[in-house]
Each structure stands twice: as C-alpha cells, then as structure tokens.
Antibody
Framework: DVQVVQSGGGLVQPGGSLTLSCEIS????????MHWVRQVPGKGLVWVAR????????TYADSVKGRFTISRDNAKNTVELQMSSLRGDDTAIYFC???????????WGQGALVAVSS | SYVLTQPPAVSVAPGKTATITCAGD??????VHWYQQKPGQAPVLVIN???DRPSGIPERFSGSNSGNTATLTISRVEGGDEADYYC???????????FGGGTKLTV
C-alpha cells in the first residue's frame, strides 16, 4: 500500500521561512511527478508547484514564484517545499500529491497546516 | 489565466442522480479531472481524463466532457457522497494546474 507522511508545518512570522517535507513509500517514487497544493481552511484548492522525476522541470504558481522552491530526493523518496518571505495569505493547509503525468493528482498526503502570523 | 467555473452548491435526495458541472474554454482540447473532498480529509481523485474511474471508485461515479462543459454525474446518491467536489485541468498555455472553485454536494 502507498503511504504518504507529511511533516514540517507550524507557526511562522511574516517574512520568515519554513520547509515542508513529504515522504512516500509503496511506489516507485522516481517515476512520479510531485506537487504541492494548498487550501485555506474553508476555501478551495490551489495548486502551488510541481517537479518532474529528474528535477529538470519545476513550475510554480505566480503567487509563490520567487519565494518558494520545490525539490526532491529520489534516494529518500521525499519532496520538499522551501518557503521564504512568507505572508499572511500563505496561511493554508499544504498537501503534497503525486502523479505520473504532471497534470493531475493521483495520490495525496494528509496535509500540513502553515500559519503565518506575528 | 484559465478559469474553471462550478456551481457553489448542489442538493440531491438520496437515491437520485447528482450532476455537477464545470465550465471552461476549449474543454475539448483539455482533459478534466474530478476530486472529492470530505471535511477534514485530503481530496480523492474520483474521475480522471474526463471519464475514467481510478481503481476503487464506485461505478456510480461517471464523467463526461463536451464543448465547454465537463460534467460529474453521481448515480444512486448515498449519504456518504456528501462532500466538496472540484474539477481540475492542466493549462498548456501557462503550464499551470487550475482548479475550479468547488461544489458542495448536499444529500
């Protein structure tokens, strides 16, 4: 069975930095695109970033470009989202997700809450 | 940027058929995917590539894509189907993933 474990959420001050991590087991991780999707509690889903299997393609939503960096370690089956210059409107639940084409989300993590507040 | 429009809410009686729409431009050139999200849980893919069901998704769930509207149909609706439903596409012009605003299904 596929298992997804997310870690790294928490409270951070505006302008601060935080790194989210996601580990997936039970599948051939190196064959999957990895994504981050966020959701303000009570609101809709918003795609944040994606990375392909060999890290040659990284794409970001306009709202986070230049502030967030997605990376992966295929040896450890992990994907990270490094977030900097955090703002109040970055407050959300962040989900990692995986798929084989880079265009949808077949497998989801449980989510991690990031709260940006002073 | 590409915009997907869903009705905010749909209500259906148990045992009836629920229809949730998703409107966008040039849908015939895109594949539409649908997700179910229950309160406090991560989303679950219920329909991919317009009308395919992932393993484990009941046959009661079906999807279609025609013209500028994609449709998620849930037959013989059960109380457990009550959830938020989101449509999603990958926009090749921007290389971005786009979600609809979501539809709350009440049974």
């Amino acid at each position: 069975d596929v298992q997804v474990v997310q870690s790294g959420g928490g409270l951070v001050q505006p302008g601060g930095s935080l790194t989210l991590s996601c580990e997936i087991s039970g599948l051939t991780f190196s064959r999957y695109w990895m994504h981050w999707v966020r959701q303000v509690p009570g609101k809709g889903l918003v795609w944040v970033a994606r990375i392909n299997s060999d890290e040659t393609t990284r794409t970001y939503a306009d709202s986070v470009k230049g502030r967030f960096t997605i990376s992966r370690d295929n040896a450890k089956n992990t994907v990270e989202l490094q977030m900097s210059s955090l703002r109040g409107d970055d407050t959300a639940i962040y989900f990692c997700a995986a798929d084989k084409s880079g265009r949808l989300f077949e497998i989801w993590g449980q989510g991690a809450l990031v709260a940006v507040s002073s | 940027s590409y915009v997907l429009t869903q009705p905010p809410a749909v209500s259906v009686a148990p045992g009836k058929t629920a229809t949730i729409t998703c409107a966008g431009d040039n849908f015939r050139f895109l594949s539409v995917h649908w997700y179910q999200q229950k309160p406090g849980q991560a989303p679950v893919l219920v329909i991919n590539f317009d009308g395919d069901r992932p393993s484990g998704i009941p046959e009661r769930f079906s999807g279609s894509n025609s013209g500028n509207t994609a449709t998620l149909t849930i037959s013989r609706v059960e109380g457990g189907d009550e959830a938020d439903y989101y449509c999603q596409v990958w926009d090749p012009s921007s290389n971005h993933v786009v979600f609809g605003g979501g539809t709350k299904l009440t049974v």
